[in-house]
């Protein structure tokens, strides 16, 4: 599970609520509708 902390239109920053780690993601879609503080159940897999 996921916190939404910075959603741009071609990036979203989130915090994982159960390590705390921040993950900077690489998007276009979802972070165009996402809000702050937001939750997200995901799997954020590696890019490249």
């Known amino acids: 599970m996921?916190?939404?902390s910075?959603?741009?239109g071609k990036r979203?920053?989130?915090r994982d609520l159960r390590t705390?780690?921040?993950l900077?993601?690489?998007e276009?879609?979802?972070?165009?509708q996402?809000?702050?503080d937001?939750?997200?159940c995901a799997w954020a897999l590696p890019y490249g």
């Open 2 to 4: 996921y916190e939404v």
């Open 6 to 8: 910075r959603p741009n």
């Open 12 to 14: 979203i920053t989130m």
């Open 20 to 22: 705390g780690d921040v």
């Open 24 to 26: 900077g993601i690489r």
């Open 28 to 32: 276009r879609n979802f972070s165009r």
């Open 34 to 36: 996402a809000r702050r």
């Open 38 to 40: 937001a939750l997200v």
